[in-house]
Nanobody
């Protein structure tokens, strides 16, 4: 199973980025997909999750109203649209495939992880 995340980069505060994560080697449409992030010197934290069919989403309070998670099961791809970015959003962002179909923010319920993509937000 491989998860390839891309789309990170350098953006000014208030700007937008869209991350993508392509999954291969497993039945993508069966499992929930999540995004996590790890800022320098901090532990990895949950950002957003979408259920297997895209009908249910859940967000961390810190990104609610600014980030949108979506998925295209025909393309085995999950997205994270990030708007109104803040310097505190600077982190390496990881996509992950859950062991369940429903939404979960718990890291132990994710069994496959991407390599991460760096997002840097300048003030």
């Amino acid at each position: 199973v491989q998860l390839q995340a891309f789309g990170g980069g350098l953006v000014q505060a208030g700007g937008s980025l869209r991350l993508s994560c392509v999954v291969s080697g497993r039945s993508f449409s069966v499992y929930a997909m999540g995004w996590f992030r790890q800022a320098p010197g901090k532990e990895r934290e949950f950002v957003a999750v979408i259920n297997w069919i895209g009908s249910s989403t859940y967000y961390a309070n810190s990104v609610k109203g600014r980030f949108t998670i979506s998925r295209d099961n025909a393309k085995n791809t999950v997205y994270l649209q990030m708007n109104s970015l803040k310097p505190e959003d600077t982190a390496v962002y990881y996509c992950a495939s859950a062991i369940t179909a429903g939404t979960t923010g718990e890291e132990y319920e994710y069994d496959y992880w991407g390599q991460g993509t760096l997002v840097t937000v300048s003030s």
